[in-house]
């Protein structure tokens, strides 16, 4: 089974502070995503990575920034964590094959900024 | 216009009914169709996966693709209440494009 782990699944940091969500994928899965889901809004996409060092920007990349330096490992950075980044945060994987376009999730960090 | 459409609900039936999920989508490019499961506070699970148009059916439930209309469905058979969850449909064109695109999902309660 394609296991997805984030870091933490409660998190309370304060307006400011610079927050790291973890991401860690044990089915050397190429492709990797980052989403937040808010009520009414769905999952929306904040930065993906196709490869190892290779990052783009998604749908909401503002005020976020990622770092993929190992093939299973995804890190989400919020440089300065800001109220409105309040949210369900979810990591995602999937394999680069043909027909394989299925992502699988993690469990999901919740994040409050105060 | 949305690329994809669902209706968010609140869908609320009773034990042992069937239960009709929708997505309606503009991207004609899209092949690869997949419904996913969410409890609350939990991450997103597949739970369906279709390639194209046509009918895919796994225990209780059933996915329908029709191409010619831009119209997904999932069908849940004698729902219980474990199926209680936000129902997300996502879909994508394949080739090298890793993104899905997700309706906003569809929450539903089976009541016992």
């Known amino acids: 089974d394609v296991k997805v782990t984030q870091s933490s699944r409660y998190l309370v940091k304060r307006t400011g502070e610079k927050v790291f969500l973890e991401c860690v994928q044990d089915m050397d899965h190429e492709n990797m995503f980052w989403y937040r889901q808010d009520p009414g809004l769905g999952l929306r996409l904040i930065y993906f990575?196709?490869?190892?060092?290779?990052?783009e920007k998604g749908d909401i990349p503002e005020g976020y920034s990622v770092s993929r330096e190992k093939k299973e490992r995804f890190s989400l950075i919020l440089e300065s964590a800001s109220t409105n980044q309040t949210s369900m945060y979810l990591c995602a994987s999937t394999p680069r094959a043909a027909g394989k376009d299925t992502q699988y999730f993690g469990p999901g960090t919740r994040l409050t900024v105060l | 216009q949305k690329e994809v459409e669902q209706d968010p609900g609140p869908l609320s039936v009773p034990e042992g009914a069937i239960v009709s999920l929708n997505c309606t989508y503009s991207n004609s490019a899209f092949q690869y169709f997949m419904w996913y499961r969410q409890y609350s506070r939990k991450g997103p699970e597949l739970l369906m996966y279709t390639y194209s148009s046509g009918n895919k059916e796994d225990g209780r439930f059933t996915a329908q693709v029709d191409k010619s209309s831009k119209y997904i469905s999932l069908f849940i058979r004698d729902s219980q209440p474990s199926d209680s969850a936000t129902y997300l449909c996502?879909?994508?064109?394949?080739?090298?494009?890793?993104?899905?695109?997700f309706g906003k999902g569809t929450l539903l309660t089976v009541n016992p």
């Open positions: 996502a879909m994508n064109s394949g080739g090298s494009n890793y993104k899905l695109t």
């Open positions: 990575s196709y490869d190892v060092k290779m990052k």
